[in-house]
């Protein structure tokens, strides 16, 4: 664009002029040192090395040279006043149009033959206005494009002076024209004014007149048209624009035109949806992926949303289809895209998640979705992805919730194989780790506080399960033998390992179940009871601070 190029020529005029009093500075320094210096008679006159230019982005800071204020963002009347006055121009004339059709004023005809007039007119005067004028050029041919399409949906939809073969013809003519005049003046700003007119206006003028799968078809083909001229091109903003404008008409049409949220709507949003996900897979560029990654996230959750609204219960089908695509697209996809791989992966495991919920009694479910976390973590390592690490946890935390709220007595049957299994995912956690093929940047201390945590709740759940029936009396009790059992657990570990941290957890534990004895179960139990806790808990206690403390 020639409005790049000039700011970057601008640029460049000023590092050269930095370069230049750099110059003028390191002179007059050499200059006024060789005044200073006293004359000799054999001494060498030091040469003054000439300095080098060298590029903008490889050149010194020098706190002596002021740095330039930064660019302010342009406010010209140049830049603004042409589109101000364009908005303006459209809206009166949209109005005029009104107060002329209410009042009788202005036949149908005349008011197409005006408009088309009109456009033609402005296309002419931007063609030849944008040598000179860039800005006002530019305008007008927008402008122009978007008053030929309103134009033709006025004399075809409104009408009914031209019928749909000529109307799609000449429609095809007028955003080829668009696109040609973007591609020959290199001007992203064409590119969204046309998006915008070519969704909205003829939405706006005659979205209720018609029905459903013409607009969507409509939509359809501007969205496939605008977006793929955009993805060629690499315009990131007329790209967002064309893709999230489909969204907002095909819902607005949905809620307020005749269009209604059925499985109709949800044909246009899979077709938008499966037309970026094949742009993605076509584009071997991993910046470009990513950027459309938000469209794709996007639109699966709205698809899952319309589904969940057409449907009293999503069929199974759906969560399998799109689990294969999403999977199968993340291992057909190169490695350097790796970001969008993860992307995929995570929303792949994702609808597997929604088909085990809705196709496994509640039993199960919770210990498959544990074995899919595992899985995950495993995909994650091999992929040194931290997306599918973060995906993982969710899974995990989740199969973990589903113990804390399930009753006590399915500990064996549903609780102690979850157990077993986040226990081999923290040690294939730490396996990565420990190996180097992942995750290295996780700390150790927080693997070994979340093991912690885990094995805390599985004796407290454990606990529980043994306690079934039991008096008040013992079964509290019964608490605090469990944590002090740990603490010893988590003090021979932390010997026998030479492990710092796990010596001083088994204290916090022998602490914690001491003061929970003394404090809460010693008024409920006979001095036969206390003492047959107290002394093997004694004992134990010596004979680990003797070996916890002994002299080396």
Known sequence: MEREELERLERRVDSLERE????????????HAAHDEPPAVHQETPQVKKPQLVSQTKRPPNPSVEQPPKEAFDFSVERWLPKVFLFVLLIGSVWGFMAASQNGWLTPGFRVLTGAIVSIVMF????RYIKDQRKLGITLLSGSIVLAIITLFSANILYGFIPGLVTNVLLLAII????????????????????????LFPFIFAGDARNEWLFYGYQLLMFFVLVTFSTWKKYRVAWNIHYYLLYFTLFFFAAFGVGEITFTILIPFAIQHAYILLLIVLNRHERTSAEMIPAVVSGSFILLGLLSDVYMEIPLYYYAIFAVIYIGLSFLEPAEKKHTKDVLLVLGFLHILLFIFGMIDYEWTFILIAIQAVAL?????????????????????????????????????VELPIFLIVFGYLYLLNHLKKTGAAFTGIPVVLLKSVLTFIAFFFVMRATDFIVIGWDYTPRTTAFTVAIAVLSIVYLVVGESRKDVFYRWVGIGFLALALVKFFF???????????????????????ILSRILYKKR
């Open 124 to 127: 002419i005067l931007g063609e």
């Open 176 to 199: 080829s024209t668009g696109l040609w005049v973007s591609h020959k003046h290199k001007s992203q700003l064409v590119l969204c004014l046309i998006g915008v007119g070519a969704y």
């Open 377 to 413: 973590l495993w995909l994650a390592g091999k992929r040194k992805s931290y997306i599918s690490l973060a995906g993982s946890i969710i899974l995990t935390l989740y199969s973990l919730l589903g113990i804390g709220f399930g009753p006590s007595n399915d500990f064996l049957s």
């Open 520 to 542: 809460a179960d010693l008024v409920f139990l006979d001095f036969t009871i206390r003492a047959m806790i107290l002394i093997p808990i004694g004992v134990v206690g010596l």
């Open 20 to 31: 230049l009093n750099l110059v003028k500075i390191q002179l007059m320094k050499a200059k």
